[in-house]
Every structure is written in structure tokens, then in C-alpha cells.
């Protein structure tokens, strides 16, 4: 991690003490992982929407995505500095939702990314998850074909956490979609991590040593992504498809040379851009829909340098 995204995610985590100026109306953005480049798409876009409508948007999150009590540390804080509304993404799904049923008694609250288990979100903005597992297999199973001229053999699905209602999504998605589209891509693995990438990369490694005959492999969020590419980038010989969930610049770079096939990417900036926009709106009483679709693109070698595919995977985090 450089200097400059260090400061960022220090910046980030510690966002809640900074005050509000006079009159001006807060609205805190809780993440799960303030020093993951993803988050800070989805913070920069936040940031982006509080200039645009003169509000205060700090930021607030741990620096894990398996630190569940450092979320709800943070949303208990939130709430305690009376903001306006809290806009949040919800590190897992059972744990969270008391919380969340809580906190909203006191204030409006809009979950981004993951549900939890509760009703309690006045709206919600996410990406598909269940269409980016179905996009994934199918691109899989593309990519498989193109390389051994027949979409048949053995896959294996790498999840992160256990109990993340978006990674879930995407298991389901993707399970789904290969029985009903790609019957002869055998699932023969499915393996979860602890959330970082070393686990991915071990997990991969293991997998192609354990698996002479597997031939692709979706891994479903960042941190697994960036751990199997990086296996993938070690073991040459390995002769192992893979797609990934998200980005950062050593995936794209993975991705430009041929080492992974395809990158099922979110627009988290928008994310987090809606995500305040939406909760400003209704502290002013206004009207908003209740669940709002973010997108999700699939990105290859040949899509690589369109405007679409460098506006998500590159955008500004000023």
C-alpha cells in the first residue's frame, strides 16, 4: 500500500472526528474496509456528492472487512453525532442488522453494496450481485471454450467471507447459471477465505496442486481475486481460466497480459455518489426509490482501453 493510500485510509477511518461546519448537514458514509481501493472508489464518490450538495460526508469504517464490531462501533457513533442520515454498507448480513433495525429508529438509514438481515434501510443501492455471479459464469465458460475449444471440465468458486449477503448473491449467480447454461463446467471446489488476499493466493495455489484438471475459476470479490491472479501470475504452467469481481491496478495488469481472462466490475463511485444523494434526500423529506440497481460490466483484453471500461476502472478519487 503507497503512502498517499495509507494517509487516505487513515483519513478515511477517522473521518467521524472531524466536525461538521456550522449549519452545515452531515451525512457519515460507514464502509467495510477503509484501506481497500474499492471502498475508497465508492468514498471518493460520496465525497463527490457532499461537494455537489454542500453537505459534510465523513467517512467511517474499520480497516477490515471481517472486523464486524468495528463497523458497528462506527454506526454507533454515527448515530450519536445526530447526522442527517447514514448511508452504509453492511460488512455481514446477520450481524449488522440489529444494529442497523437500531439505529434507524433514530435516523434515516440507506445501505449500499451488501443487505443485512433486516428491513429496516428507508432505501438500498447495490449492484446486482445475483446477475454479476450469472455474468461471471458465463464469461467463464466463454473464456473456457476459447481456450480449449469446449466449454467442459472443472471450475472452482472462491468466496471471501461466509455470510456476506452480496458474495452469497454471486455463489448463487453463478452456481445457477452453469447449470443452466454450461452443464459440462463441473463445480468441484468451493472455498472460502478470511477476506485477504493472502488467503486467495493460497487457496489458488492449493487448488491447482490439488486439481491437475481444473479449468477455470471465479473469484468472487477483490481480496480472493487479487490472491488467485496473483498465483495465477506464479505458476506458468498452470493452465487454469480464471475471472475475477472488482478491480485494482495489479488485475488490470493481469488482465492486459493475458493472465486472467475477464473482470466482472461494479460501479462503486456511482455507489457511493447515489448513495448520499439518496440519503439527502430523504432528510428533506423527498421521495426516492426504494432499491436502485448500480450496474454491473463485464470487462476483457479486447474492452480494455474503451472509455466505459477506463471510467470504471480507473475513476478519480479526489
Do not use: H
Not at 443501492?125 to 472443472?154: H, M, P, R, W
Not at 448473491?169 to 447459471?177: L, N, T, V
Request: proline share 4%; charged share 20%; hydrophobic share 45%.
Amino acid at each position: 500500500m503507497n503512502l498517499a493510500f495509507r494517509k487516505a485510509a487513515c483519513a478515511a477511518l477517522l473521518g467521524f472526528l472531524v466536525p461538521a461546519a456550522a449549519g452545515a448537514e452531515t451525512i457519515p458514509v460507514i464502509v467495510k474496509d477503509t484501506t481497500s481501493q474499492y471502498w475508497q472508489i465508492v468514498l471518493a464518490g460520496a465525497r463527490a456528492a457532499g461537494k455537489d450538495l454542500k453537505i459534510d460526508v465523513p467517512a467511517m469504517g474499520a480497516q477490515a472487512e471481517s472486523d464486524i464490531s468495528g463497523q458497528i462501533s462506527a454506526l454507533e457513533n454515527a448515530v450519536s453525532g445526530k447526522p442527517a442520515a447514514i448511508v452504509i454498507a453492511p460488512t455481514q448480513a446477520a450481524a449488522l442488522a440489529g444494529p442497523i433495525a437500531e439505529a434507524a429508529q433514530r435516523v434515516k438509514i440507506v445501505g449500499i453494496d451488501s443487505p443485512a438481515d433486516t428491513d429496516a434501510f428507508s432505501a438500498f443501492l447495490s449492484t446486482d450481485n445475483t446477475k454479476g455471479g450469472q455474468v461471471a459464469a458465463d464469461a467463464l465458460g466463454e473464456a473456457i471454450k476459447a481456450k480449449f475449444g469446449t466449454a467442459k471440465g472443472d471450475v472452482a468458486l472462491l468466496v471471501a467471507l461466509p455470510g456476506v449477503g452480496s458474495l452469497d448473491q454471486r455463489s448463487k449467480g453463478f452456481k445457477d447459471e452453469l447449470k443452466a447454461k454450461w452443464p459440462d463446467l463441473k463445480l468441484v471446489a468451493e472455498r472460502v477465505g478470511d477476506g485477504q488476499a493472502t488467503s486467495g493466493l493460497n487457496t489458488m495455489t492449493d487448488l491447482i496442486t490439488a486439481n491437475p484438471n481444473l479449468k477455470g475459476v471465479f473469484a468472487s470479490n477483490l481480496p480472493m481475486a487479487q490472491g488467485a491472479g496473483e498465483a495465477l501470475a506464479e505458476n506458468k504452467d498452470a493452465k487454469v481460466v480464471m475471472i475475477g469481481f472488482d478491480s485494482d491496478e495489479k488485475l488490470i495488469k493481469l488482465l492486459g497480459d493475458g493472465v486472467i481472462a475477464g473482470l466482472v466490475v461494479q460501479d462503486p463511485y456511482r455507489m457511493g455518489y447515489d448513495g448520499v444523494k439518496t440519503a439527502d434526500a430523504l432528510a428533506k423529506g423527498q421521495k426516492v426509490e426504494k432499491s436502485i440497481d448500480t450496474g454491473v460490466v463485464l470487462i476483457d483484453k479486447s474492452s480494455l482501453q474503451t472509455a466505459r471500461a477506463k471510467a470504471l476502472l480507473n475513476p478519480k478519487l479526489d
